[in-house]
């Protein structure tokens, strides 16, 4: 096994039907590294995961590669990408942003049939040239992309489940019963119904029979 092969394998495992290893985040047509770079920093400081394999995809998007060291299920694994999307991509139409959590394992460094680029791994620092151009004209050096690789991390299983549960979306606050129009607007009935209330906060029922015992 090339030295590539044994990389890409460390990182992106199969997993058994209905589960992945393998997560990934594209921005495509065009590709724009702003929006996706926000992406690549953002799980690292924000969320304290190690950072994605970033790639061209060979035609018109730049991706982000997560490898997860414990398999998940695949419709968690598109969840914690929505989260992601939700969170760092909101200004970007959603007809641009592709996700992918089959398990398979990245098809790069391949050539597209159509024009003969490549895909390829790229490092951080020159992303942002292949924003206009997200391709290589010739095959990359398996060494080097075995290199990139080389300083990647997987997601632990405990980080990834942390991470997912931090980009669900905050739980909406439970609004007070608003008083009714009309006859119901009698002040003493409108406490009742507060008190009644098995959903509305403890504090706030409390509060409503105190003011019916005052009333009394």
């Known amino acids: 096994m090339s030295r590539l092969a044994t990389e890409l394998h460390r990182l992106y495992p199969p997993a058994a039907a209905g589960s992945t290893r393998v997560l990934r985040l594209e921005v ?28 061209v ?9 997560f490898a997860l060291q414990a398999p998940v299920r695949a419709e968690r694994g598109l969840a914690f990408l929505a989260g992601l999307q939700a969170r760092y ?14 398990g398979l394992p990245p098809t790069v460094p391949a050539q597209d049939p159509a024009s003969g680029n490549w895909s ?19 095959e ?11 300083r990647l991390g997987a997601i632990p299983a405990a980080d990834f489940d942390a991470a997912l549960q ?5 739980p909406a606050a439970h609004a007070a019963p608003s008083p009714a129009t009309g006859t119901d607007l009698d002040p003493r009935a409108f406490l009742q119904r507060v008190l009644n209330d098995e959903a509305a906060p403890l504090a706030l029922r409390v509060e409503a029979a105190k003011a019916l015992l005052g009333r009394a």
Not at 36 to 54: F, S, T, Y
Not at 91 to 99: F, L, W
Not at 120 to 138: E, G, K, N, R, Y
């Open 28 to 55: 495509a047509a065009p590709a724009d590294w702003a929006a996706l770079g926000a992406v690549w920093r953002g799980v690292q400081a924000d969320l304290a995961l190690p950072a994605p394999a970033i790639a």
């Open 89 to 102: 991509l909101p200004g970007v139409a959603p007809e641009r942003v592709r996700t992918q959590a089959d």
């Open 166 to 170: 931090g980009l669900q979306p905050a």
């Open 140 to 150: 990359p050096g398996a060494d080097g992309q075995a290199e990139l690789l080389a």
């Open 120 to 138: 390829a791994f790229v490092a951080p620092d020159l992303a942002p040239v292949f924003a206009d151009t997200p391709w290589l004209d010739i």
């Open 57 to 65: 995809s060979g035609t018109d998007g730049l991706q982000l590669w």
